[in-house]
């Protein structure tokens, strides 16, 4: 739901019976454009959040753990000095506009006082301020009158209101008429004309009444106390947006606003986690991708340059063959090569400051560089080949990758191999939770799936020796687990695995791929391998279309 005047009426109404009396324990900074406050209500505690960010502007309750910067910013610093311990007495939206004030009394040991944070939740231009008895203490994005003649947000300067934008109050029957000039409106219209009403509201009411709208139908809808919250779903189930109330079909309802805001956007924050991890790991990975083809590049140059060593090795055996026919000075001569089927003219040249013989050793010192050169190149071509092959296994399980969760492991596997920064530990080390495999039960049997290349080897190691062990032909893929209990495993079930496999590979965007399978005493991780690299043997495989089988996972059942 846009964060517009209409909803913002009813977010008001519900934090100020849900915070008023509640005294303010904690306040935090977590990001530049976010401030969170623990409150201490008559319904125990609870955590309120402010986001002044151009996307995700709101003022709501939440439950999502967040991080928070070691040296505390400076509005945060000021929040602290003059709201600690104050005790919220009411949450009230001003007016009808995007503004919503919490009214506080602040207690310190030299003055009892009233401030007001105004919380501005206006897309781009959201702000938080602070003031005392209407002067400014603080603003978090703070202007001047060089940057904004018209309202100026500093210490000091007297806290004012928006400019008004000239459209109708929505809660003014009157104003509408007037607007309406007594016809009606579409949704252009409405968002055009009347004042805190964003477009999508406008849409949701004119799809209520099922067309345009009179003025008396507009002021019906903002002020009707009848609500249904709810958070609405895209086609593939997932959060797409929370409204007061709606005409879709495909929602999930909540008991009231705040508990919809909250879901909605603990889902926008666990995605943009999720987003945020993954790009800055493919990031990582990409660079050191790129850096192995590079190198890998200049190996195969190398090589292509020593592929005519037998011709350098020959013609130095041929000037030994004539050096009875050459003399010191001269340029080139030509030779026969009998080594060739048909005997030809070999044209080669010399320096002319080398005799005959010294020629010949020269071109087999030439050769004899040449061979150290391929044997050395040869074993470091294997070696970047491999190092590219297990970057493209890292990028592999991070296309794949689904949740936070499957990526805690490839952080960890990046850490270690020097590609990303490990954080400063701060404070007492956690023990870190290890990242549960992917769990399926298919027939009554289980079945586990790794995540990344970490637990593709735990998980090779938890197999016993008559397990079935999978992974697909000639692609990278997640390695999967059935674990047998010493029975023979039915050919359903090796399809099912081999399909889940499929859908954790490259090969997920293919019709059909060829998974291998065998049993686990036949697949061996050489010593010193990088992490989820094995060889195999004794192996059967099966043509399958990618499937990630979800009805079968463990947490499903």
Same mark, same amino acid.
């Given at each position: 739901?846009?964060?517009?005047?209409?909803?913002?009426?009813?977010?008001?109404?519900?934090?100020?019976?849900?915070?008023?009396?509640?005294?303010?324990?904690?306040?935090? !900074?977590?990001?530049?454009?976010?401030?969170?406050?623990?409150? *201490?209500?008559?319904?125990?505690?609870?955590? %309120?959040?402010?986001?002044?960010?151009?996307?995700?502007?709101?003022?709501?309750?939440?439950?999502?753990?967040?991080?928070?910067?070691?040296?505390?910013?400076?509005?945060?610093?000021?929040?602290?000095?003059? $709201?600690?311990?104050?005790?919220?007495?009411?949450?009230?939206?001003?007016?009808?506009? +995007?503004?919503?004030?919490?009214? %506080?009394?602040?207690?310190?040991?030299?003055?009892?006082?009233?401030?007001?944070?105004?919380?501005?939740?206006?897309?781009?231009?959201?702000?938080?301020?602070?003031?005392?008895?209407?002067?400014?203490?603080?603003?978090?994005?703070?202007?001047? $009158?060089?940057?904004?003649?018209?309202?100026?947000?500093?210490?000091?300067?007297?806290?004012?209101?928006?400019?008004?934008?000239?459209?109708?109050?929505?809660?003014?029957?009157?104003?509408?008429?007037?607007?309406?000039?007594?016809?009606? /409106?579409?949704?252009?219209?409405?968002?055009?004309?009347?004042?805190?009403?964003?477009?999508?509201?406008?849409?949701?009411?004119?799809?209520?009444?099922?067309?345009?709208?009179?003025?008396?139908?507009?002021?019906?809808?903002?002020?009707?106390?009848?609500?249904?919250?709810?958070?609405?779903?895209?086609?593939?189930?997932?959060?797409?947006?929370?409204?007061?109330?709606?005409?879709?079909?495909?929602?999930?309802?909540?008991?009231?606003?705040?508990?919809?805001?909250?879901?909605?956007?603990?889902?926008?924050?666990?995605?943009?986690?999720?987003?945020?991890? +993954?790009?800055?790991?493919?990031?990582?990975?990409?660079?050191?991708?790129?850096?192995?083809?590079?190198?890998?590049?200049?190996?195969?140059?190398?090589?292509?340059?020593?592929?005519?060593?037998?011709?350098?090795?020959?013609?130095?055996? $041929?000037?030994?063959?004539?050096?009875?026919? $050459?003399?010191?000075?001269?340029?080139?001569?030509?030779?026969?090569?009998?080594?060739?089927?048909?005997?030809?003219?070999?044209?080669?040249?010399?320096?002319?400051?080398?005799?005959?013989?010294?020629?010949?050793?020269?071109?087999?010192?030439?050769?004899?560089? !040449?061979?150290?050169?391929?044997?050395?190149?040869?074993?470091?071509?294997?070696?970047?080949?491999?190092?590219?092959?297990?970057?493209?296994?890292?990028?592999?399980?991070?296309?794949?990758?689904?949740?936070?969760?499957?990526?805690?492991?490839?952080?960890?596997?990046? !850490?270690?191999?020097?590609?990303?920064?490990?954080?400063?530990?701060?404070?007492?080390?956690?023990?870190?939770?290890?990242?549960?495999?992917?769990?399926?039960?298919?027939?009554? %049997?289980?079945?586990?799936?790794?995540?990344?290349?970490?637990?593709?080897?735990?998980?090779?190691?938890?197999?016993?020796?008559?397990?079935?062990?999978?992974?697909?032909?000639?692609?990278?893929?997640?390695?999967?687990?059935?674990?047998?209990?010493?029975?023979?495993?039915?050919?359903?079930?090796?399809?099912?695995?081999?399909?889940?496999?499929?859908? *954790?590979?490259?090969?997920? /965007?293919?019709?059909?791929?060829?998974?291998?399978?065998?049993?686990?005493?036949?697949?061996?991780?050489?010593?010193?391998?990088?992490?989820?690299?094995?060889?195999?043997?004794?192996?059967?495989?099966?043509?399958?279309?990618?499937?990630?089988?979800?009805?079968?996972?463990?947490?499903?059942?």
């Amino acid at each position: 739901m846009p964060q517009d005047a209409f909803t913002l009426k009813y977010v008001a109404a519900e934090l100020n019976k849900k915070l008023a009396g509640g005294k303010i324990s904690k306040i935090n !900074m977590p990001e530049r454009d976010e401030l969170s406050f623990i409150i *201490y209500t008559h319904s125990g505690s609870v955590k %309120l959040e402010i986001c002044t960010s151009a996307k995700n502007n709101r003022i709501s309750l939440s439950d999502t753990e967040k991080p928070n910067p070691q040296v505390a910013p400076n509005f945060c610093m000021l929040l602290r000095k003059h $709201l600690q311990n104050a005790q919220i007495t009411e949450v009230a939206q001003i007016a009808f506009e +995007r503004v919503i004030a919490i009214e %506080l009394d602040c207690f310190s040991e030299f003055n009892d006082t009233h401030m007001t944070l105004y919380c501005e939740i206006m897309g781009k231009y959201s702000n938080v301020v602070l003031a005392e008895r209407g002067n400014i203490l603080g603003a978090l994005k703070q202007t001047t $009158l060089e940057e904004n003649a018209k309202r100026v947000l500093f210490s000091g300067a007297k806290y004012t209101l928006p400019p008004p934008q000239g459209k109708a109050d929505p809660t003014d029957l009157a104003a509408l008429e007037e607007a309406f000039g007594g016809g009606t /409106g579409d949704e252009k219209f409405i968002c055009a004309n009347v004042e805190g009403i964003a477009y999508s509201t406008a849409a949701e009411m004119c799809a209520f009444y099922g067309g345009e709208l009179s003025a008396r139908q507009v002021y019906e809808y903002v002020n009707s106390a009848d609500i249904s919250p709810c958070v609405t779903l895209s086609e593939d189930g997932e959060p797409e947006d929370f409204k007061v109330r709606t005409t879709r079909s495909n929602f999930v309802p909540y008991p009231d606003i705040l508990s919809a805001q909250k879901a909605y956007y603990a889902a926008v924050y666990v995605k943009k986690t999720f987003d945020d991890a +993954r790009r800055r790991l493919t990031s990582a990975v990409n660079a050191a991708v790129k850096k192995a083809e590079k190198r890998l590049a200049q190996i195969n140059e190398k090589l292509l340059e020593c592929e005519n060593a037998e011709d350098i090795k020959l013609k130095g055996e $041929l000037i030994t063959a004539n050096i009875y026919r $050459l003399e010191r000075g001269m340029a080139s001569f030509e030779a026969d090569d009998y080594y060739s089927e048909r005997p030809k003219k070999i044209k080669i040249a010399l320096d002319r400051q080398l005799s005959p013989s010294q020629n010949a050793q020269k071109y087999y010192k030439k050769y004899a560089k !040449m061979k150290r050169t391929v044997t050395v190149l040869s074993g470091q071509k294997t070696e970047a080949e491999e190092r590219l092959d297990y970057l493209q296994s890292i990028a592999s399980h991070i296309c794949a990758a689904e949740c936070v969760d499957d990526l805690k492991d490839t952080e960890e596997e990046l !850490m270690a191999d020097g590609l990303i920064k490990r954080p400063a530990e701060r404070g007492k080390k956690r023990v870190a939770r290890e990242t549960p495999l992917r769990e399926y039960v298919i027939d009554g %049997l289980r079945v586990a799936a790794g995540r990344n290349n970490v637990q593709n080897d735990r998980l090779l190691k938890s197999l016993a020796p008559d397990d079935v062990w999978l992974h697909v032909n000639r692609y990278h893929s997640a390695h999967v687990g059935i674990f047998s209990g010493g029975k023979k495993v039915p050919d359903g079930v090796i399809a099912k695995a081999a399909e889940i496999c499929a859908h *954790y590979s490259d090969a997920r /965007g293919r019709d059909k791929a060829v998974v291998d399978y065998t049993l686990k005493k036949f697949v061996k991780k050489p010593s010193g391998s990088p992490p989820g690299f094995v060889t195999y043997t004794d192996y059967t495989n099966i043509i399958v279309s990618p499937n990630a089988h979800r009805e079968c996972a463990a947490d499903e059942n």
